[in-house]
Nanobody, 116 residues
């Protein structure tokens, strides 16, 4: 079982930036494609960004152009740089494989709150 710990969330004003980190207890290279998911209050969890071992990235339309996902396989860490944050980005952010891997435990997530 691979454990992940997400961090970097917080309260930020609209237009601000945050860098989220996801540290895994095992090899993310072995997991393959990694992704950031988010769950807003009252909504289902959704995939917002993904990155393959080769560095190919994909983004949901809702964050495209404002977010950058990256990974450091040597550190077993995945990052999500989020800029120009909007109130609708408020959610708990999680990471896991893409598709979700049964052997990667969901972490507690990191809360991002965008509010003035």
């Amino acid at each position: 079982q691979v454990q992940v710990v997400e961090s970097g969330g917080g309260l930020v004003q609209p237009g601000g930036s945050l860098r989220l980190s996801c540290a895994a207890s095992g090899s993310i290279f072995s997991i393959g494609a990694m992704g950031w998911y988010r769950q807003a209050p009252g909504k289902q969890r959704e995939l917002v960004a993904s990155i393959t071992n080769g560095g190919s990235t994909n983004y949901a339309d809702s964050v495209k152009g404002r977010s950058t996902i990256s990974r450091d396989n040597a550190k077993n860490t995945v990052y999500l740089q989020m800029n120009s944050l909007k109130p609708e980005d408020t959610a708990v952010y999680y990471c896991n494989g893409v598709p979700v891997r049964y052997y990667v435990s969901w972490g507690k997530g990191t809360l991002v709150t965008v509010s003035s």
